[in-house]
C-alpha cells in the first residue's frame, strides 16, 4: 500500500479563495478537489506551452520551413492586394 502525501497548506487571499469556490461550485466537487484539478490542469498547459514553443523554435531553425513560410506570406499578400 502507498501512503499518500503530505497535506500541503496555503493562503489563497479573498480572490484565490472565491476563485477556488468557483471552479468547485461550476464543478460540483469539494474544494480540495478543485484544487488537485486546476493544479494538474495548468501543469498540463505548461507542459503543452513549452512543447509548442520548441516546436516553433526547431521551425524557426529549419531553412525550407522559413523559405515555405515566406513564400506562402508572399502569396497571401498578392491574394490580399488583388481585391
Known amino acids: ?3 499518500s ?3 500541503l497548506s496555503l493562503r489563497l487571499g479573498a480572490n484565490g479563495l ?3 469556490d468557483e ?3 461550476r464543478r460540483g466537487v469539494t474544494r ?3 484544487a488537485r484539478q486546476a493544479i494538474s490542469e495548468t501543469a498540463e498547459r505548461e507542459r503543452r506551452r ?3 514553443a520548441a516546436e516553433a523554435a526547431a521551425l524557426a531553425r529549419n531553412p525550407a520551413y522559413v523559405r515555405d513560410a515566406r513564400e506562402v506570406t508572399r502569396l ?3 491574394l490580399r492586394g488583388s481585391r
Open 1 to 3: 500500500m502507498t501512503s
Open 76 to 78: 497571401m499578400e498578392q
Open 5 to 7: 502525501p503530505p497535506p
Open 50 to 52: 513549452a512543447g509548442l
Open 32 to 34: 480540495a478537489e478543485a
Open 23 to 25: 471552479i468547485a461550485k
Open 18 to 20: 472565491r476563485a477556488l
